[in-house]
Nanobody, 120 residues
């Protein structure tokens, strides 16, 4: 199983970016999906998560600015980031709880990370 993240880059304060993360491989089902981030010198933190049924959860620092969504047919999770601030600068990692073919349980998988830099 692989999670391939894309969509990061450099954006000015107040701008927008959309991150995507597609899961591929011998996937039977996907439970929760989400995004974490890690800024230089800081601990990794949860940004947003979404259940298979579409229930969402956000860090207080991004509520009202970020929107997480998923396309179950494409095994893909998205993060729409609006009104970006310099403090949003970090490496963003996607994650998913995936049950692979032949397994009974869901296990955590992580993407490779994509850099988001908010600067003028």
């Amino acid at each position: 199983v692989q999670l391939q993240a894309s969509g990061g880059g450099l954006v000015q304060p107040g701008g927008s970016l959309r991150l995507s993360c597609a899961a591929s491989g011998s996937i039977f089902s996907i439970d929760d999906m989400g995004w974490d981030r890690q800024a230089p010198g800081k601990q990794r933190e949860l940004v947003a998560a979404i259940t298979s049924g579409g229930t969402t959860n956000y860090a207080d620092s991004v509520k009202g600015r970020f929107t997480i969504s998923r396309d179950n047919a494409k095994n893909t999770v998205y993060l729409q980031m609006n009104s970006l601030k310099p403090e949003d600068t970090a490496v963003y990692y996607c994650n998913a709880k995936i049950q692979t073919i032949g397994k009974w349980a869901h296990y955590d998988y992580w993407g490779q990370g994509t850099q988001v830099t908010v600067s003028s």
